[in-house]
């Protein structure tokens, strides 16, 4: 198993794989041209973040992670928001999201402008929390909050 950036011809899976993780996680069905909209511009403006997918030998992606950054004043660094979690079903529990996680810490490590990573997820999802714990983070003292426009 590979782990690389994704590159616009990635666009098609990591729309199903998002796509598909709104619809396990929230039971939401995303628009897929907005959505492929998104997943386009991600890619290709590096200022909004970056994907990585995990690729087998027989190019198959089989699993994907975004990262955006958010500034922080307070340590004049960025914080990456690990995003868009998605490992296909028959490929669970078998280390890739652990490969993609590693990829995030070597290369925020590499960026002295990178002073943390977080991530949110489902309260009920209590496996991904186990995993994420299971890595080394743990339950951020901050609660989320939004207004939608």
Known sequence: MKIRRAVINDVSDLVDFNQAMAQETESKALDQQTLSKGVSALITDPNKGFYLV???ADGQII??????FEWSDWRNAQFWWI???YVRPQNRRTGVYSKLYQQV???????????GYRLYVEKDNLPAQ???ESLGMHESYYLMYE???
């Not at 699993?63 to 955006?68: A, D, F, H, P």
């Not at 810490?105 to 002073?115: I, M």
């Open 83 to 85: 995003q868009s979690v």
């Open 130 to 132: 186990k995993t994420y």
């Open 105 to 115: 810490q070597a290369l925020a490590e590499q960026n002295d402008g990178v002073c």
């Open 63 to 68: 699993g994907s992670l975004m990262v955006t």
């Open 147 to 149: 207004s939608k426009l």
């Open 54 to 56: 995990a690729q087998q």
